[in-house]
C-alpha cells in the first residue's frame, strides 16, 4: 500500500512540475521593439515598441498648430486639457516608456523580439517565427 501511495505521490509531482512548466512556457512575455521603417507581424499578446512613436506624435501635433506662435501657443494650451490632448500626453508618456525599456535590454538591432526580457532574436520580423526560434534554443539548454 506505501509503495502505491509513494508512486502516486511521485506522478502527482510530476503533473505538477509539467503544468508548472506549461503554464510558464505558454506565459512568456514577448516584446516586440522596431520602429515604423522596420513593419513586424506581431500576435495582439505581444507588446510591440515602436522607437519612433514619440517623434511621430509630435509631429503629428505640430502640422496642426497654426504658424503664428503666439497662436500656436495657446491652440496647445486649450488641446493639452481637452480628452484628446489628455491622451495624446499619455501616448507620449507610453511612447517615452517604451524606448526606456528598450534601452534597459540594450537592443542593438531592429526589429528585435525579446522574450522574458532575456532572450533576444534580431531581424526576424514575424514574431511567431522568433519566438519559435527562442523556445527552440530555450529546449536544446535545458
Keep these: 500500500m ?3 501511495l509513494t508512486h502516486l505521490s511521485e506522478t502527482r509531482r510530476w ?3 509539467l503544468l508548472l512548466f506549461l503554464s510558464t512556457a505558454s506565459h512568456a512575455e514577448t516584446w516586440v521593439i522596431t520602429n515604423r521603417a522596420h513593419p513586424v507581424s506581431a500576435p495582439s499578446s505581444a507588446r510591440v515598441i515602436f522607437l519612433d512613436d514619440q517623434q511621430r506624435l509630435e509631429e503629428k501635433l505640430s502640422n496642426q498648430l497654426p504658424a503664428d506662435p503666439r497662436q500656436a501657443e495657446a491652440a496647445i494650451q486649450r488641446y493639452l486639457v481637452s480628452p484628446a490632448g489628455k491622451h495624446l500626453q499619455n ?17 542593438e538591432k531592429l526589429p528585435a523580439v525579446v522574450v522574458d526580457r532575456s532572450y533576444v ?7 511567431a517565427k522568433a519566438v ?10 535545458r
Design 91 to 107: 501616448e507620449l508618456a507610453q511612447a517615452q516608456q517604451g524606448v526606456t525599456d528598450a534601452w534597459s535590454l540594450r537592443v
Design 15 to 17: 503533473l505538477f512540475s
Design 2 to 4: 506505501l509503495q502505491i
Design 132 to 141: 519559435a526560434l527562442i523556445e527552440r534554443a530555450r529546449s536544446l539548454s
Design 121 to 127: 532574436v534580431y531581424g526576424e520580423p514575424d514574431v
